[in-house]
């Protein structure tokens, strides 16, 4: 199987920076993209940005010009980079992986992944 360890997370004030880390770890074959969600109390999950293995990247307009996606490393780690932290930063961030892996068959099996995310809060 695929685990996704997420490190990075914490407490600061508004105008700081944080820099979050996300490895995907196991029987990889391939990974397509990788990208970080954030969920705020009350609030629907949402993408943050994302990015894929010929480093296409996409970043909600909130965090444009402020966050910044790593390309994925050969060892499939990313780290998203988020300066100018806002209070309505404030989330839990989720990395997720889109890969192909091995599993139990001889042939490859392409799925989704989730991290158990990492708390961010940003104070005012």
């Known amino acids: 199987q695929v685990q996704l360890a997420e490190t990075g997370g914490g407490l600061v004030q508004a105008g700081e920076s944080l820099r979050l880390s996300c490895s995907a770890s196991g029987r990889i074959f391939r990974n397509n993209q990788m990208a970080w969600y954030r969920q705020a109390p009350g609030k629907q999950r949402e993408l943050v940005a994302s990015i894929t293995s010929g480093a296409i990247t996409t970043y909600a307009d909130a965090v444009k010009g402020r966050f910044t996606l790593s390309p994925i490393s050969v060892v499939n780690t990313v780290y998203l980079q988020m300066n100018d932290l806002k209070p309505e930063d404030t989330a839990v961030y989720y990395c997720?992986?889109?890969?192909?892996?091995?599993?139990?068959?001889?042939?490859?099996?392409?799925?989704?992944?989730w991290g158990q995310g990492t708390q961010v809060t940003v104070s005012s």
């Open positions: 997720n992986a889109d890969l192909a892996y091995y599993g139990t068959s001889a042939y490859p099996s392409q799925s989704n992944f």
